[in-house]
C-alpha cells in the first residue's frame, strides 16, 4: 500500500491527492499518469 500524503476535494467529482509511491515516481517520465482505483 501507499501512503497518502495529502487529500484535496476540488469539485463534488473530483479528488487531488499526493501520494508516496518512490518505485512508481522513479519510472515515471514526462507526459505519463497512473490510474487509481479506490475502495
Do not use: C, H, W
Not at 491527492?17 to 515515471?28: F, G, S
Amino acid at each position: 500500500m501507499y501512503k497518502i500524503l495529502s487529500r484535496k476535494e476540488l469539485n463534488p467529482t473530483v479528488t487531488q491527492m499526493e501520494i508516496e509511491a518512490p518505485l512508481v515516481a522513479a519510472k515515471a517520465k514526462a507526459g505519463q499518469f497512473i490510474i487509481l482505483r479506490v475502495d
